[in-house]
């Protein structure tokens, strides 16, 4: 039995709870969301997915993306939830030998962005915030580094898990990284009215940095766009849309509208993924369509 997950900080999180309650004989598997819908992940009877895509061949699966919601009987649970660990949390719970509920909490407010402008401009005080910063999940070299994150999450609390040696040193190199990405930030990034549009196409690796530091900058809008190249070639194009964390004002159901785009996410925030050649129609359609603001939650 495997735990199939992605990662990101809510995916850590729901591997830790995991290990937690199943017999996992097995490291975990970590995917990109892109490469369950391509169906390029192999699923086995005894698997657990978590945090992503449905696939039939699984054992338990759990999730709270919108666009992922089933239209079938399922084992596992899924709800609209602020994060997948939460509904882990909720359909395991009592059998937990240890208190995780802060712990969920906060991934509850780092993954569904109910966060302060304090903790986006200072997240260094704020320990789970910073430490969430730390998961990049672009680089698999950092595959050893998640796995300490589920094994440290099991078994410490967060004040002595950013004192661990490996830890701290990812800190310390994400509020570097921050300070850097605010100057990169501001140099490609523009407002269209209430829509904030980065566009990293032009610079490879794409920069990295905190996520939700574009609505600090930009109060005024109330959604941003990032535009990122997916691969050194400049083949294919992501767009990756969120809802401001500051400003509530925008009635765009995020989720659903990338899902016309072959992608998907939270009522919040999604990302979509597509050909660079579909580039020129696909990324003035989602800015339009959230310029003017129309769609509701229903």
């Not at 017999?23 to 391509?38: A, C, E, F, H, N």
């Not at 609209?80 to 939460?86: C, D, E, G, T, V």
């Not at 099991?154 to 950013?162: F, K």
Request: charged letters at 20%; a negative charge; aromatic letters at 8%.
């Amino acid at each position: 039995m495997l735990i199939v997950t992605r990662p990101d900080f809510d995916g850590i999180v729901c591997a830790a709870l995991l290990y937690e309650v199943e017999k996992i004989s097995r490291p975990t598997l970590w995917v990109q969301p892109g490469d369950m819908q391509k169906g390029q992940v192999a699923v086995d009877p005894t698997d657990i997915i978590a945090n992503l895509l449905y696939h039939p061949n699984c054992g338990l699966w759990f999730d709270h993306h919108i666009t992922n919601q089933p239209r079938q009987d399922i084992k596992g649970a899924f709800s609209i939830a602020p994060s997948a660990a939460r509904v882990i949390y909720e359909y395991y719970r009592g059998r937990f030998r240890h208190d995780y509920d802060l712990l969920v909490q906060q991934t509850d407010d780092i993954d569904s962005a109910n966060l302060t402008n304090d903790q986006i401009l200072h997240p260094e005080n704020y320990p789970h915030v910073l430490l969430s910063m730390t998961v990049t999940g672009h680089d698999e070299k950092d595959m050893p580094y998640w796995n300490h994150l589920v094994d440290m999450l099991r078994h410490h609390p967060v004040e002595d898990i950013v004192t661990d040696p490996e830890v701290a040193l990812r800190c310390g190199e994400t509020v570097k990284r921050n300070a850097v990405f605010k100057n990169t930030l501001l140099k490609h990034t523009h407002l269209e009215q209430h829509v904030a549009v980065t566009d990293f196409r032009s610079i490879w690796p794409t920069p990295d940095g905190n996520r939700f530091l574009v609505y600090s900058l930009y109060p005024e809008s109330s959604v941003s766009v990032k535009i990122r190249c997916s691969d050194p070639e400049g083949s294919n194009i992501t767009v990756s849309v969120g809802r401001s964390v500051l400003n509530d004002t925008c009635r765009i159901n995020v989720g659903r509208m990338l899902a016309r785009f072959g992608g998907g996410g939270h009522s919040g925030a999604g990302a979509c993924t597509f050909p660079a050649s579909r580039g020129k129609d696909y990324i003035p359609e989602i800015i339009e369509t959230l310029l003017k603001n129309q769609e509701t939650e229903n």
